[in-house]
């Protein structure tokens, strides 16, 4: 909830009711013409890759790619969302959602468009109507906005897009680019930095900030926001490039606000939902899985906060064309069912059900050919389930080899760092022999991070993409291949591994310290 200070006067509504009238089309078409904006007005830490969309008045707004891996016109993107913490758990349990992007990225991957920074004052008034004079302190994010008024502006952008710069917004087959509020599962996968950190760290509380939060986000207090609203874009991006996407303003996602049923969304829907926190959200409390509940109406009328404001995506439609409606109707047809041994709920055994249909068919040719198709799909789902035992062996196995690289480096670390200790106390500061010393210290303590974050990112994905069943079963396998192998230091590897993913199943964070501290002492 937002304090009383930060609703604004009748009249300030009633302006803004006046403004969001102006936003058609024609208007913002009549607002062409000026002088370009000045780059630090709209984009004030320009990268090679942002994308610029023109605005009236000579303006314009950036945004980020944000790409999600794709294997196809039904492929998406498993992504973990959510939250730990105890006390918002009704709001922002840890679950599953899936992604897809809007436009190609080539072969293997699809993406969307978000914007840069949050929609500023000096780009909503640009589509009122009437130009306003650029100023710096325009570049504020756009607060006192209601949700109505959030998604006509949407509307009122794309339309003046489609009208005077077609040609700018990517499109997927036939169909051309809009913008819109973005989803809940859109914003966190942005928010948290989406494949542009490892998916150990995307499960974090927050994207990495190795800088220090106070670097990133404009949070309560005086070492931070000081309880005033910021200019867009001063302090660093998150790993996509997106400034501002924790802190300053909260910002309105498109789906009303559901409670978490622990395995799923309760069937209730509610207000609208800001995400990220603003500048009244203590450090503390800053974390990608922020999210509240805000009415759409008050006593006042449409709900507006002098906290929240908003930002954009471009995406597209679905089936954006006959050929893609095809290509969507063949991998339908291709998708499969069955228990299968992947993460995640299993279906009805299809070569059973198949059974059923095959007793209850009276015709005997008909009869044969069931049977007949009975004994392939068997044969195929059982060649499936042994190329996914494989590939759960494979990846314990790894998860082994990394353990042991892990353990070694650690301990001889941990001798250098005992070198090193005691050089500095037998020699002067500015010993040559010492700062060598320092700096292969420096330099292997940077590559075990790294290593670690990949064993993290190996635990991760074995959990993810394994039941606990499968890799049990596999794990006993792999320890009869290691032994015969002569690898008995591997086989108590692989089941610290093993035991890594379970921690990990069970308490939804991955341990990186304690999982090297136990392989570095491992029996």
């Known amino acids: 909830m937002r304090p009383a200070s930060n609703r604004r006067s009748a009249c300030a509504r009633s302006s803004l009711a006046t403004l969001l009238l102006l936003l058609t089309p ?9 002088a370009r904006w000045a780059d630090a007005l709209w984009n004030p830490k320009p990268d090679t890759d942002d994308v610029a969309l023109p605005m009236p008045c000579g303006g314009a ?42 436009f190609e990225a080539g072969k293997a991957a699809r993406y969307y468009l978000m914007a840069k920074y949050e929609a500023s004052e000096l780009q909503v008034q640009a589509l009122s109507g009437t130009c306003p004079q650029p100023s710096m302190r325009l570049r504020l994010p756009k607060v006192n906005v209601t949700w109505f008024e959030a998604v006509a502006f949407a509307d009122a952008y794309s339309q003046w897009l489609r009208a005077n710069a077609a040609d700018r917004l990517p499109k997927d087959g036939q169909e051309a680019g809009y913008l819109r509020l973005p989803t809940e599962a859109e914003w966190e996968f942005a928010a948290r930095g989406g494949t542009r950190v490892p998916p150990a760290e995307f499960e974090e509380r927050t994207f990495p900030m190795p800088e220090g939060m106070a670097r990133y986000v404009w949070f309560q207090g005086s070492q931070s926001a000081n309880g005033k609203l910021q200019l867009t874009g001063l302090l660093l991006a998150n790993p996509l490039g997106l400034h501002d996407i924790l802190g300053n303003a909260d910002e309105m996602v498109w789906e009303p606000f559901r409670l978490n049923r622990v ?17 009244f959200t203590s450090e503390a409390d800053i974390r990608s899985a922020y999210r509240q509940e805000q009415p759409f109406y008050d006593s006042q009328g449409a709900r507006r906060s002098a906290s929240t404001g908003f930002r954009l995506v471009v995406t597209a439609p679905v089936l954006t064309s006959p050929a893609r409606l095809r ?10 069912t069955g228990a299968g041994g992947l ?6 055994d299809p070569v059973e059900e198949l059974g059923v249909i095959v007793k209850a068919t009276d015709d005997e040719r008909v009869r044969r050919r069931l049977q007949d198709l009975q004994t392939t799909m068997r044969g195929n789902i059982a060649a499936r389930d042994e190329q996914r035992d494989r590939a759960a062996r494979v990846l314990l196995r790894l998860g082994a080899f990394l353990g042991r690289k892990l353990a070694d480096d650690a301990r001889a670390i941990d001798q250098l760092a005992a070198v090193y200790e005691a050089r500095t106390k037998s020699a002067s500061a500015d ?22 974050k990949y064993y993290a990112d190996t635990v ?17 396998v792999l320890a009869v291949e290691l032994k015969n192998n002569e690898l008995p230091d591997l086989v108590r590897l692989a089941e610290m591994f093993l035991g890594h993913t379970q921690a990990y199943r069970a308490s939804g964070k991955p341990d990186r310290d304690q999982w090297l501290n136990e392989l570095k002492t491992r029996n």
Do not use: C, I
């Not at 395995?263 to 500048?279: D, K, S, Y």
């Open 327 to 336: 290509e969507v109707q063949a991998a339908w047809s291709k998708l499969g």
């Open 26 to 34: 024609a208007a913002a078409g009549a607002a062409e013409g000026p």
């Open 431 to 452: 010993d040559a022999l010492a700062k060598r010393y320092k700096g292969q210290l420096d330099t292997e303590k940077s590559v075990l991070s790294d290593n670690l």
């Open 460 to 476: 991760l994905r074995a959990a993810g993409d394994y039941t606990a069943e499968v890799l049990s079963r596999q794990n006993a």
């Open 343 to 348: 993460a995640g709920p299993a279906l009805a």
């Open 263 to 279: 395995t799923r969304a309760h069937g209730q829907a509610g207000g609208f939902v800001v995400r990220g926190g603003n500048l």
């Open 61 to 102: 707004m950036a945004f980020r790619r944000v790409e999600v891996p794709s294997d196809g016109p039904l492929g998406d993107y498993k992504v973990t969302l959510g939250g730990t913490d105890e006390t918002a758990a009704f709001a922002e349990n840890r679950h599953t959602d899936h992604l897809a992007g809007a």
